[in-house]
């Protein structure tokens, strides 16, 4: 974390400065909010239910891993989901994400979304547009996974989900530019669904918790290793992900003590990032090692992990989307 972010979980004397420009930051979102509600500024329903996966706080607090999961889900209850995400930096064409895809240009979670092979997945800076030509070449999709579109209001929804970081939850609770929040803390009382990844959950919050204890050789991914086989040895970990600290205590939790490296979040690495003369063994994110594998040796192994979600979550949202 470095530069204004590490003010946003505290409070210090520059906040008398940055909070003028959080309240005029919080009465733009409100506004900007209130003129599509009030159908000033024109929204777009699309032919099949829309679940939006969202934060309304700045960094990673486990979308991609839980608009996987829920996407997994809705498979196995008989549905044909279709992904689609603005991706990293925000591309202007509208185009499908294949395995071969590179994250220079797709973005980097999409990417990793995309190689999981469960469902298309589309990239577009226009959600609209980007889904309405995604489903005329899929159109067995009947039902659209916006990852990361809680603020997209252009796009209708019929389900509204909020990611919450179960440890960081809401920093020092400001809006942009003195806190991590998009949207005032109030906007959880108008989405259908709050989860809390980590942490304690409210009534009414439903739990989820990331897990994976397989590490894949980014060279050849039929090669893994648990973390006992790396124990021992020598470890770098490696993490330019919105809460890099979520890896690196994982990590600890497996017994594995690595030397950590964070990055910023969608950094694009190059091969003098992970040049480490003492490593055995380099740690990698799945969303970092989509940028790493044309440069990385056999020495880099990513984890794998997968969103735990509560199965009352999965009940509530088909009954929202049921025909």
């Known amino acids: 974390m470095a530069g204004i972010e590490t003010y946003w979980y505290r409070l210090s004397p520059l906040h008398l400065i940055l909070w003028p420009a959080s ?5 733009l979102t409100a506004l900007r909010r209130w003129l599509y509600r009030s159908h000033i500024l024109p929204s777009y329903r699309l032919a099949v239910p829309v679940i939006v996966i969202g934060n309304i706080s700045v960094g990673g607090t486990g979308k991609t891993p839980l608009t996987l999961a829920l996407a997994g889900q809705l498979v196995a209850h008989g549905w044909h989901p279709l992904i689609v995400s603005r991706g990293f930096g925000g591309t202007a064409q509208q185009q499908q994400v294949t395995p071969a895809s590179t994250a220079q240009q797709v973005g980097d979670e999409p990417l ?23 489903l005329k070449v899929h159109p067995e999709c009947d039902v659209v996974l916006c990852d990361d579109g809680l603020q997209h209001y252009r796009l209708q929804r019929d389900v509204e989900i909020v990611v919450v970081d179960g440890v960081r939850r809401f920093g020092n609770g400001h809006l942009l530019p003195a806190g991590p929040l998009r949207e005032a803390e109030s906007r959880l009382k108008t989405v259908d669904a709050v989860v809390v990844n980590g942490g304690k959950t409210a009534q009414g919050q439903y739990a989820m918790k990331l897990s994976g204890t397989t590490f894949h050789n980014l060279r050849h991914p039929e090669k893994t290793a648990s973390a006992a086989d790396l124990q021992g040895l020598r470890l770098h970990a490696v993490a330019g992900i919105g809460h890099p600290q979520r890896f690196f ?9 690595a030397v950590p490296h964070a990055f910023p979040d969608h950094h694009p690495y190059c091969a003098a990032d992970l040049a480490f003369n003492d490593c055995d063994a380099l740690l990698l994110t799945e969303k970092d090692a989509v940028k790493c594998a044309a440069f990385a040796d ?12 509560d199965s009352a979550l999965i009940s509530h949202l088909l009954r929202k989307i049921a025909p």
């Not at 205590?249 to 003590?257: A, F």
């Not at 056999?298 to 979600?309: F, K, P, T």
């Open 249 to 257: 205590d994982y990590l600890t939790s497996l017994g594995l003590n």
């Open 23 to 27: 309240w005029l930051f919080c009465a």
């Open 298 to 309: 056999e020495s880099a192994w990513v984890l794998r992990v997968d969103a735990e979600i």
């Open 112 to 134: 990793l979304m995309a190689r999981r092979k469960l469902c298309p997945v589309w990239v577009g800076r226009d959600r609209v547009a980007t889904a309405r030509a995604a």
